[in-house]
């Protein structure tokens, strides 16, 4: 398919955290989900054929939470009735759906993850990425070795080859790291699915600017999902609320969504104009003319987070202070604080 209609979908997120039944909240949400797709579907026209939905959209983040309370709270089977309806959702409006959503793993059982997935018109997962980058959270990196046994480095930076080209995923801040983004375009990625729930302004964020330059030093379409409010937290529920975007290949911005629940961010991505740019020499070709041997040498130099540092059971908060502190100082020497 050289071309479809792309949607962010900026939905309302109820917090979990202080529920009763946090599992009706997670099924409320699926519900106001399915019945806004198919609007969306109605309202944009057949070609809308992929769908991405804003961060932690079914339950909210963890405020105090410890990683036990959070995973029993929040934390989604992966094979589990949630994924069941959300696929649905996918099937009957024949489109791919991506969605971000904290999950259990039967390999991990102490700990949780903040997956992506995407799901695709016959309703299956096509692509499971569990995110790397976290401050409170844990990450595959945290259980480095082990989690390469058991899902191997494929599962970690996933691609997925579909009829609508190649899609990936950069979670929330994971757009301010310019090598993961790179590191799925050189396997192939051309649309990055990018869920988020930050803080939207009227000019432009750090993310945003993230979104224009992951877009240009990849030339890659990157659709962002932001929250249209948030719920059930004493943080002001639009703090979160606004700005959810399509950029092109060459940084431009192709559809904006003001603050509010809102289907306006959604524009057509060209692939067949993508991989044309792709494949013409030229100094505006950056993905082809990048360098990786000679930063794999450089990177391999610097000691900064360590893989694998999670090893005697559940983090507690103070563990991830306490690690970026470790961090800095092997950065800037044992006097930095």
């Not at 309202?43 to 983040?61: A, S």
Request: aromatic share 8%.
């Amino acid at each position: 398919m050289s071309a479809f209609r792309a949607l962010a979908l900026q939905v309302r997120t109820e917090a979990v955290n202080g529920s009763a039944e946090p599992r009706a909240l997670v099924d409320s949400a699926i519900g106001r989900i399915a019945a806004q797709t198919a609007a969306a579907k109605a309202w944009i026209g057949p070609d809308l054929r992929l769908v991405v939905l804003p961060e932690y959209v079914l339950t909210g983040f963890p405020f105090g939470e410890s990683v036990a309370e959070w995973r029993t709270k929040a934390a989604l089977d992966p094979d589990g009735p949630e994924y069941l309806a959300l696929g649905e959702i996918a099937r009957g409006n024949d489109l791919f759906l991506c969605v971000n959503a904290y999950e259990s793993d039967p390999h991990f059982p102490e700990l949780f993850f903040q997956a992506t997935v995407i799901l695709d018109p016959a309703g299956e997962a096509v692509l499971r990425y569990r995110r790397l980058h976290s401050m409170f959270s844990p990450s595959p990196y945290d259980v480095w070795d082990r989690y390469l046994d058991v899902y191997g480095m494929d599962a970690v930076l996933p691609v997925a080859r579909t009829e609508l080209g190649n899609l990936a995923v950069l979670a929330s801040e994971e757009i301010l790291y310019p090598e993961l983004a790179r590191a799925l375009a050189l396997r192939g990625a051309e649309v990055f699915c990018n869920p988020t729930s930050e803080a939207s302004a009227p000019g432009l964020t750090p993310k945003a600017i993230a979104r224009r330059a992951r877009a240009i030093e990849n030339l890659a379409y990157v659709v962002c999902a932001n929250s249209g409010g948030l719920e059930g937290l004493p943080i002001p529920g639009d703090s979160t609320s606004g700005g959810s975007e399509l950029i092109d290949f060459e940084g431009r911005p192709l559809a904006q969504a003001g603050q509010g629940e809102s289907l306006v961010a959604a524009a057509e991505l060209d692939l067949a104009a993508l991989r044309r740019y792709r494949r013409r020499p030229g100094m505006g070709n950056l993905l082809a003319r990048v360098k990786p041997a000679l930063w794999a040498e450089e990177y391999g130099r610097h000691d900064v987070e360590r893989p694998g540092d999670l090893a005697a059971g559940p983090p507690t908060r103070r563990w991830f202070v306490e690690r970026q502190q470790a961090a800095i100082k092997r950065l800037y020497g044992p006097d930095a604080t």
